[in-house]
Each structure stands twice: as C-alpha cells, then as structure tokens.
C-alpha cells in the first residue's frame, strides 16, 4: 500500500474518482479502515462521504466498537449486534454518540439480550424500521408491546418465548376470531419460522396487534389448526405473502382440505391482496411445483409439467393464468411423462391443486404458489 503522505489533494491511484468510489462501497470496514491510512486524501474522502458509513454489519471487537460507532455517527442506519459484545456497553455507546437515525437493528443470536437492554437501545431510535431478534430470548409479547411506532419488520424465528400472558388459554376457536388486541402495531412483515412452541393462541394475540401485515411467514412449525387461515385472512386484510410450512407428521392436504375444514376456504374472498401463498410441509427443500401468473419468471421452454397439464386441476389454473413447471426430485431432469415422480407425490400434489383451483378466483393479484410435498414414510 502507498506510504502515508500529508497531501489531502492527491489521488495514490490513476483512476476515476467514481470507480474509487464503486470500489470503496465493496470494501469491508476492516479494510475502509486500512483505507483511511493510505494518506490524507483517502482519509478525507471516506470521512466527508456519509454513504460508506451507514452500514456496520460485520463482527466488530468490543475493543473498537466505540471506534467504529464514532466514525459512523450520526449517519449510521444498519448496525449488527454480534454475540459476545456487552449490551449495556453498546447501549452506553450508541446514546452518547445520537446514534438516533439507526432504521435497520440486528440482533440475531444475542442469547443475553434481556427486556432491559432492549429497551435502553430501542428508545434512542424514533426511527427504527426493522428489527432482527432472532434466536434469542426476549418475549415477543414483550416486543409488541413496546416497539418503535416505525417498526415495520420484525424477525423472531427461532425464539422459543412465544408465550402471552393476557389471551385466556382455553378459547374456543370461534371466540379467538372476535379477540380484540387492546394496542396495535404497524408492522408489515413479520417472521415466526422455527419456532417449536406457536399455536393458535399466540397467533391470535399476534395477528390481533398486526392488523397491517403485508408478509406472514412460518417455516418449519408445528403444525397448525385451519382456523390458523380463517383467523390471518379475517384480520390481515391487506395481506400480500403467506407462507406455512410444518412438520411432516399431518400433512396439510388431510388437514385442511377434508370434508369438515373447509370453511377456510371463503376467507380467500376477503383476500384479495394476496400475492404468494406457500403451503406444505418442511421436508422437501425445493417445492414440487410452483405456479405462477408472471409470464417472465418461468421461459415456456423450460415449463415441463406434461403430465399434470391436460388434467382437470391443470386446467383450471390454465384459465386463471397460471402455468406450472415442476422442479426434479433428483439431479436428472424430469421426464415428460413424470416418472421420476413417485405415484404417491403426483397424488398429494394433486390433492393440493385440486384445493388450490376452487380460490384461484378470488385472488386476482397472486402471482405466486408454491406447493410442498413430503417424502412417504
């Protein structure tokens, strides 16, 4: 690296001024550290350009967070809090240098972040949008109750503190629809996957507080009642992204297309905003099959589903728009008569296109589905 000089208006590279900066944006903040020590003209540059500095999401000591925090000030907007660093430590830190125009927090994987913490943290950003609490310990019933106005995406995936303490317990399904939160929140987007512990109470209290959610997503949980629709499509009428997946031990054809469930199914008339909608259990890691409206996202050449196409579920979606490719189960790709496909799957699947095919109507804005399919035991 060049030798540090005391010229401020001298370029150490023969190269224009925005591909230095084009660079400079995919540095590391180790390296816009080392950067800064080339000579004064690097340091100057990156210390007046407050858009190289609103992002410290990498693992930072704890030694020279106060540093990097100093440096950011006050044009910070994404900061991670990485385990291992003291939270009131950080907490002191970010109010003494008005760290107020953080919009983006993380906190994934802080096992001793505590009520306490994340509220003398939380108070000193009016103007938090999104907030990371994944895999730790703070209850969401806390969270909900005392998060930032702002806040819009909240992510609690992995967090066992599911619990609420003000829903009676032992509610029928039909009285947990008519449930009325005492205080709301504005949030859009909210993540509960992995979470071993939801069930339909805990949905309830959190759907009742997110009467504005655009995005419910619940990967990997344990499998939920039907009225789990009815009670999201009733209340989240601006809903635009749906998606639940769960243990393979009910699958959720059986579960929620049976002769006596089925009264889920109307709530898709109120839904009108739903854009994607994923349903199935978590085994497969890439669906069976995924529908789409948009004729850009899927070449024709590459929709291979033959087999399922000139069938009545096929059909109907065809009518509504839809095409279907199917994606192999193996490394080979499908054939065109679907053999690769065991009986059993083509059977589920269609089960869930048959489902599928009576809502497609109601949704005239969806433009995606994904079905998954578990393996037969």
């Known amino acids: 690296m060049t030798s540090l000089t005391d010229d401020t208006s001298w370029c150490p590279w023969p190269l224009p001024h925005e ?9 590391s903040l180790r390296d816009r550290v080392q950067f800064m020590r080339v000579n004064r003209w690097c340091r100057h540059l990156l210390l007046t350009s407050s858009h190289y500095w609103r992002q410290l999401d990498m693992p930072i000591p704890e030694s020279s967070f106060e540093l990097y925090v100093e440096r950011a000030a006050p044009r910070l907007e994404r900061l991670c809090i990485h385990p291992g660093l003291d939270l009131a430590r950080a907490a002191s830190t970010l109010h003494r240098h ?6 983006h927090l993380d906190f994934r994987d802080c096992q001793t972040l505590t009520q306490h ?8 950003m009016p103007h938090l949008h999104a907030l990371n609490l994944a895999s730790t310990a703070v209850p969401i019933e806390w969270v909900l109750s005392h998060c930032p106005p702002s806040l819009r995406w909240l992510d609690m995936s992995a967090c066992d503190c599911l619990d609420v303490s003000d829903l009676p317990e032992r509610l029928s399904p039909e009285s947990l629809l008519h449930y009325e939160a005492k205080k709301t929140t504005a949030l859009e987007c909210l993540a509960l996957s992995r979470v071993k512990r939801i069930n339909l109470y805990v949905l309830t209290w959190v759907v009742a507080r997110c ?8 990967d990997a949980c344990p499998v939920i009642p ?7 499509l009733q209340r989240c009428r601006a809903l635009e992204h749906l998606t639940y997946t769960h243990d393979p031990a009910l699958f959720w054809v059986d579960s929620l297309a049976g002769p006596n469930n089925t009264s889920w199914l109307s709530h898709f008339q109120e839904a009108a905003s739903l854009r994607t909608l994923k349903i199935g259990s978590r085994t497969q890691t890439t669906p069976l099959a995924t529908l789409t409206r948009d004729p ?13 196409r000139t069938d009545g579920p096929m059909d109907a979606l065809s009518k509504a728009g839809f095409r279907c490719t199917t994606h192999p189960l193996y490394s080979d790709p ?20 048959v489902v599928l095919s009576h809502v497609l109507d109601a949704l005239p804005y969806l433009e995606r589905i994904e079905l998954d399919s578990h393996q037969p035991e």
């Open 334 to 353: 499908l054939s065109a008569d679907g053999s690769l496909l065991e009986p059993l799957m083509i059977q589920h699947a269609m089960a869930s296109l």
């Open 19 to 27: 591909l230095i900066d084009a660079i400079i944006t995919f540095l």
């Open 211 to 218: 009467p504005a959610l655009k995005s419910l997503i619940t």
């Open 226 to 232: 039907p009225a789990f629709f009815t009670l999201v």
């Open 296 to 308: 850009h996202e899927i070449p024709m050449q590459q929709a291979r589903g033959c087999a399922w």
């Open 117 to 124: 913490k994340l509220a003398a943290i939380l108070c000193r």
């Open 98 to 103: 008005a760290c107020r125009s953080v919009t």
